[in-house]
């Protein structure tokens, strides 16, 4: 069976084809307002079988539904699947994609797991050996970061700069602030995990800015 894989974020809609092994081929993406390659792909090859996590609007998972010309089986945030216990106090309130991410981590690697995804938000979520997600965080993602520097500022923009441990020009002052201003969150939060559970932890990164 043809089976198609779609995560449809909120910048980005990326697609794969699930392999004869089980396995997820090369990644593919593009974004919502251009959809073309998606169709140019599902053209070339129709899938049978269509799988899908979604953050983006019922509008666009409308459009890719009709693109790909089956009924998407988006997955919902329940309770429990697959080994994996939900803690958010409402279970359904989880966002898919981050569901999808702690599933997929609890089975590889598995273990206890700081599972981040950096794309247009930065989420941050703590998975213990046991398969039980206790919480997460979710901050602004480095495009974010940069565009509200940049309309809240007069004259700082969008210039291209280089990380450096002691910025001296203004690009490189932005960007340097801004990767340490990911990073930070991604240390704490691990340091705080394994300290609470007295043991170390992985960080698992993944997302377009990974």
């Not at 309130?93 to 569901?99: C, I, P, S, T, V």
Request: glycine content about 12%.
């Amino acid at each position: 069976m043809s089976t198609l894989l779609i995560d449809a974020g909120n910048t980005r809609v990326k697609w794969a084809w699930l392999g004869a092994d089980g396995r997820p081929g090369p990644v593919h993406a593009c974004p919502h307002d251009d959809l073309t390659p998606l169709g140019l792909a599902v053209a070339q090859t129709p899938p049978q079988r269509v799988v899908g996590a979604s953050v983006a609007s019922p509008a666009d998972n409308s459009a890719i539904a009709a693109l790909v010309g089956l009924p998407v089986e988006w997955l919902q945030p329940t309770a429990e699947r697959a080994g994996v216990r939900n803690g958010y106090r409402d279970p359904a309130r989880l966002g898919a994609d981050r569901w999808a991410a702690l599933i997929g981590a609890h089975h590889e690697p598995g273990g206890d797991l700081l599972v981040v995804s950096a794309g247009t938000a930065l989420t941050l979520d703590c998975l213990d050996r046991d398969g039980m997600f206790r919480g997460g965080t979710i901050a602004p993602g480095f495009a974010l970061m940069r565009q509200s520097l940049a309309r809240g500022t007069a004259r700082l923009g969008y210039p291209e700069g280089d990380y450096a441990a002691y910025p001296q020009q203004t690009a490189d002052a932005i960007l340097s602030g801004c990767i340490d201003a990911l990073v930070a969150p991604v240390e704490r939060r691990a340091a705080r995990f394994s300290a609470d559970l007295g043991r170390p932890v992985r960080i698992l990164i993944g997302g377009g800015m990974a």
